[in-house]
C-alpha cells in the first residue's frame, strides 16, 4: 500500500467508521438530499445538524469573501511551489508546502463547507473560528480549531472519559486521542516518525493545564507553542514520503507543456472571460433593482448613467475582440501589445482595488446568489489583471 493510499484510508477511513457509528446510535437525516450532504460534504461526525431541513441561512459576507480568497491564495502558493519546487531545499519545500495544504484546505475550503451548506439550509456549525484571534491554547482548540472534532468529543467522548478521569484527566485524554489519530494520518502513512506526533498533543496538553494554572492569556504565546514544535506534529517521515513528492509529481504534470502553452491558452481564456463580465452585467438590471433606482434620477441623469454604462460594456467587449486578434502579438511580446496589455491590466487592478476600497458591504444588495457572484466575479478581475500584468512584465521573446 503506498503512503498516500495509507494517509486516504486512515483520514477518510476514520471519519466513516465514525459516522457510522452515530448514525447506529442516533437518529440519521430526515431526507436523502441531507443524508448525501452529511456523508460526502461534511467533514463532522454528528448527522443531528442535517434534519430537519430549513430555509437558506444569510451568508456573512466578509467570512465568506475572506474564506474565499483564502482558498484561492492557498491554491496559488500550492502551484507556485510546485513549479519552482526543484529549486527549494527539500525542508523548505516540505514545511512550506504544508503551510500552502493548510491555508488551502483548512482555512479555506473548512470555511467555506459551513456556509455553503447554511445556503442549502443545513444549520451547520462553524468548522474553523478564525483561528488567527487565538488568545490562548485553550481558546485555540476548544473554541477555534477543527471544531467538528470538539463536536464529536463533546457529545460522544466527554461524558464517560469525565466520570473516568475527572474533568482534567478527560481534556488530557482527549489530546492523546488527537495524538493516536494523527500518528494513525501521519506516522503509519510515512512508516515513520512514530510518537511525535503524541509528543506535540501531549506537549499541549501540558501547556493548556499550565495556562488553566497561571491564568495565561497571550497571543505571542500561544502562536509560539502552535508553531515552534509543529515539526514533531508534520515530521520530516512525513514531509519527505508524502509532501515533497506531492510537489514534484505536481512539478512534472506541470512541466508537460511549454510556458508558452501555457500563456497562450491564458490569453484565450482571458478573452472569453471578458465575455463572461457582459453576461453578468445583464443580470444587474433586474438583481440590483435598477428598473426601481434608476427612474428616480432626473432624465438627463439616467441618460448619462446609461451612455457610461455603455461605454464600459463596449470597452470590455473590445478587449476581448482584440485580445482573439492580437493572441500572437501578446504571445510574441510585441511592444504595442504590451502597451494594450498594460491598459488592460490597469483597468481590472483599478477595478479590483474600488471592489476592496471603496465598495462596502453593507452597500452590497443582500442574497447569497449575489454574495456568491461577487466572490466568482473578483476571482475573475484578478484572473484578467495577472495575466495582463504577466504579458507586459514577461521577458521579450
Given amino acids: 500500500m503506498t503512503p498516500a493510499l495509507r494517509l486516504l484510508l486512515a483520514s477518510l477511513g476514520g471519519i ?3 459516522k457510522a457509528v452515530a448514525l447506529s446510535t442516533r437518529r440519521g437525516p430526515g431526507t436523502a438530499i441531507g443524508l448525501i450532504a452529511f456523508l460526502f460534504a461534511w467533514p463532522g461526525v454528528i448527522p443531528d445538524y442535517f434534519r430537519p431541513r430549513r430555509p437558506a441561512q444569510t451568508i456573512q459576507p466578509a467570512r465568506f469573501l475572506s474564506a474565499w480568497a483564502r482558498t484561492a491564495a492557498g491554491a496559488v502558493s500550492i502551484v507556485l511551489l510546485a513549479v519552482y519546487a526543484p529549486r527549494i531545499p527539500d525542508w523548505i519545500l516540505g514545511l512550506a508546502g504544508v503551510a500552502a495544504f493548510l491555508l488551502t484546505i483548512h482555512l479555506g475550503v473548512g470555511d467555506l463547507i459551513p456556509w455553503l ?3 442549502a439550509g443545513f444549520a451547520v456549525p462553524l468548522l474553523f473560528d478564525r483561528p488567527w484571534a487565538a488568545t490562548s491554547l485553550t481558546n485555540f482548540w476548544s473554541a477555534r480549531w477543527n471544531l467538528a472534532f470538539v463536536d464529536m468529543n463533546r457529545r ?9 478521569f475527572g474533568r482534567r484527566g478527560s481534556r488530557f ?11 494513525l494520518a501521519l506516522s503509519w502513512s510515512a512508516g515513520a516518525g512514530w510518537g511525535l506526533p503524541m509528543a506535540y498533543f501531549l506537549l499541549h496538553g501540558a501547556l493548556v493545564a499550565a495556562e488553566e494554572r497561571f491564568h495565561i492569556t497571550n497571543r505571542a504565546w500561544t502562536w509560539f507553542w502552535l508553531i515552534a514544535p509543529s515539526p514533531w506534529l508534520f515530521h520530516e517521515p512525513f514531509r519527505r514520503t508524502l509532501i515533497v513528492p506531492f510537489y514534484y509529481w505536481l512539478h512534472e504534470l506541470i512541466a508537460r507543456h511549454t510556458w508558452d502553452w501555457y500563456l497562450s491558452q491564458a490569453i ?5 472571460g471578458h465575455l463572461v463580465v457582459p453576461i453578468a452585467s445583464f443580470q444587474a438590471v433586474a438583481r440590483l433593482g435598477w428598473k426601481q433606482d434608476i427612474p428616480k434620477l432626473t432624465r438627463f441623469n439616467q441618460k448619462v448613467f446609461w451612455v457610461y454604462g455603455f461605454y464600459i460594456l463596449l470597452s470590455i467587449v473590445s478587449f476581448a475582440v ?7 502579438e501578446f504571445l510574441a511580446g510585441e511592444q504595442a ?10 483597468f481590472w487592478t483599478v477595478r479590483v482595488l474600488v471592489d476592496l476600497f471603496w465598495y462596502d458591504h453593507r452597500d452590497w444588495p443582500p442574497g447569497n446568489a449575489l454574495l456568491a457572484g461577487h466572490a466568482l466575479a473578483t476571482s475573475l478581475f484578478c484572473t484578467l489583471a495577472g ?11
Fill in 268 to 272: 484565450y481564456g482571458a478573452a472569453l
Fill in 117 to 119: 451548506l447554511r445556503w
Fill in 156 to 164: 460522544l467522548l466527554l461524558r464517560p472519559l469525565a466520570r473516568s
Fill in 387 to 397: 495575466v495582463y500584468w504577466f504579458v507586459v512584465f514577461m521577458p521579450a521573446r
Fill in 16 to 18: 466513516y467508521v465514525v
Fill in 173 to 183: 485524554a482527549l489530546f492523546a486521542l488527537s495524538g493516536v489519530l494523527h500518528e
Fill in 337 to 346: 501589445a504590451r502597451w494594450l496589455a498594460g491598459y488592460i491590466a490597469v
Fill in 322 to 328: 482584440l485580445t482573439w486578434r492580437l493572441h500572437d
